[in-house]
């Protein structure tokens, strides 16, 4: 990792979409940013599912550091513990609930808690559809409070080919919100659509 900026906090729930958490946390490892990856127990169900393999064996293999989704005690439940800002890709309707009424059951809650309290960068991509008044309420409170709220919608203008081309388009998107967008691959670099 090596990069004296502050890590940059992904979360993992258990909505569909692991493979935009997977391509997320690569790319900011490939832009030689540190990550911190909290991932909840719905979210490594729903990651084996889609990516056929257990997200633990994945860490394995990959540069960034994780805690226990219920390490209440691990430094980023502290606003004294500098990070970058966090993105919650997927982000459940669940998650994206605690976060909007200030709930905080377990470290990725917190995280997302105290990114907002100390004014840093948050970005949720939520994944449902279709949205109940609920979910719009929700999602109206957390844009009301700075909260980056990144839908994770095909670039059609694109023409894309394959489903990799979304999936680098939407993650493209969540770097630009984190604002780590100048260090972004090529492949990853976009018109700004």
Request: include cysteine.
């Amino acid at each position: 990792m090596g990069s004296s900026l502050p890590p940059i906090v992904v979360g993992i729930t258990g909505a569909s979409g692991a493979v935009l958490a997977q391509r997320c946390i690569q790319a900011l490892v490939d832009c030689g940013r540190e990550v911190i990856a909290l991932c909840t127990a719905a979210g490594a169900v729903v990651w084996q599912q889609e990516l056929g393999a257990p997200f633990k064996h994945w860490l394995v293999e990959t540069p960034c550091k994780t805690f226990s989704i219920n390490d209440i005690a691990a430094p980023i439940a502290s606003g004294t513990f500098p990070t970058a800002g966090m993105a919650i890709v997927p982000c459940s309707m669940n998650t994206l609930a605690a976060i909007a009424h200030g709930l905080s059951g377990n470290l990725l809650e917190r995280a997302a808690d105290v990114t907002l309290k100390e004014r840093r960068r948050l970005v949720l991509v939520p994944r449902e559809t279709p949205l109940s008044p609920i979910h719009l309420r929700n999602l109206l409170a957390v844009a009301n409070l700075g909260v980056t709220v990144l839908p994770p919608v095909p670039h059609f203008y694109a023409r894309p080919q394959r489903v990799e081309e979304v999936v680098d388009h939407i993650v493209a998107r969540v770097l630009v919100a984190l604002g780590v967008d100048q260090a972004m691959p090529p492949e990853l670099q976009y018109e700004g659509r």
